[in-house]
């Protein structure tokens, strides 16, 4: 059973702060990997990917993976009250036609 | 990023009746596609994925007969939620794959059935 494990939160952080998500999957072959946001209400939108270990920037939104240690994280810098929502990790693991599998997500709370 | 599109948006539905739900892949081709059920505050959970051409793959618990889906297209997947009940009430999300492994979500659909 290949799992993707997240702390469910609720993770409160203040307006300004960095956020920082993180996520393990337990299958050591997984080769890609996602990070989503998903708003109260509404459908998950992808935010990041990345495939190879080390960090991955796109403005305020940083991803880092550690292949190793079987790791994926999400910073947030200058977090803001708009980017409260539940950010859900997936990771890939066979190419082709299957479904990414999803954590169960973590909830931001960013505190104006 | 790609576009996937739902409708109906929200649909209301007395007991007993069947909704369908479309889902399109605006921009691209998707040969898969895959069906996503959540209730309020709870995670997302994959009902089944959709082939193009062929039958669908369901999960385990997730009745085949009372989830139809068709893929007839390559840009268009079908659920039908046959003889709705109560509990079926749901937010149902469709996602496509494109080149490779990026799954990209349409809108969702709220079920209420009364």
């Known amino acids: 059973q290949k799992e993707v494990e997240q702390n469910s939160g609720p993770l409160s952080v203040p307006e300004g702060a960095i956020a920082s998500l993180n996520c393990t999957y337990s299958d050591r072959v997984s080769q890609s990997f996602f990070w989503y946001r998903q708003y109260s209400g509404k459908s998950p939108e992808l935010i990041m990917s990345i495939y190879s270990n080390g960090d991955k920037e796109d403005g305020r939104f940083t991803a880092q993976l550690n292949k190793a240690s079987q790791y994926v994280s999400l910073l947030i810098r200058d977090s803001q009250p708009s980017d409260s929502a539940t950010y859900l990790c997936?990771?890939?693991?066979?190419?082709?036609?299957?479904?990414?599998?999803f954590g169960k997500g973590t909830r931001l709370s960013v505190i104006a | 990023g790609a576009v996937v599109s739902q409708h109906p948006s929200w649909v209301i539905c007395k007991s007993g009746t069947s909704v369908k739900i479309e889902c399109r892949s605006l921009?691209?081709?998707?040969?898969?596609m895959f069906w996503y059920r959540q209730f309020p505050k709870q995670s997302l959970m994959l009902m089944a994925t959709?082939?193009?051409?062929?039958?669908?793959?369901?999960e385990q618990g997730v009745e085949k007969d009372k989830f139809l889906i068709n893929h007839a297209s390559l840009t268009l997947s079908t659920l039908t939620v046959t003889s709705a009940h109560p509990e079926d009430s749901s937010f149902y999300i469709c996602?496509?794959?494109?080149?490779?492994?990026?799954?990209?979500f349409g809108p969702g659909t709220r079920l209420t059935v009364l």
């Open positions: 996602s496509a794959r494109v080149s490779g492994d990026t799954q990209y």
């Open positions: 921009d691209f081709q998707a040969t898969t």
């Open positions: 997936a990771v890939n693991t066979y190419s082709g036609n299957t479904p990414l599998v």
């Open positions: 959709s082939n193009e051409g062929s039958k669908a793959t369901y």
